[in-house]
């Protein structure tokens, strides 16, 4: 167990399919649902609002109604969201750096499991 996580829930959940993506959606500023929805192709209603929830509840993203019919309702990282873009940056560093170590892992890997198969 590490330090300072001996707790038996973890509060992360950028592990989600779809968190750090709408992390980096919120990067620039508000947005509403419905332009959530375009960049995030493939997520349906239902996750896409069930995902915000999570986040709201977690204390990422910051949910604005304002006026109007229908009332206009805007998603913002909070200041303890915008926290996970200096994490974020680095995560997609490696990455990049490590990408092709990981590919030839995975081609290593299926190699083997495939061998082992037969």
Known sequence: ????CDHTESPFRLG???????????EE????????????????SKVLTETLRHMERD???TRTVGDGIPPRVD???SPLGRSLLAP???????AAAHL???EGAREAYERVAGSAVR
């Open 88 to 94: 974020m940056a680095a995560c997609c560093a490696w």
């Open 1 to 4: 167990m590490f330090t300072g």
């Open 75 to 77: 998603y913002a990282l």
């Open 59 to 61: 204390g990422l993203i």
């Open 16 to 26: 989600g399919k779809w968190t750090a993506k709408i992390v980096r959606c919120l």
């Open 100 to 102: 092709p170590e990981v």
């Open 29 to 44: 500023g508000p947005r509403r649902f419905s332009e959530l929805a375009v960049p995030l192709r493939g997520i349906t």
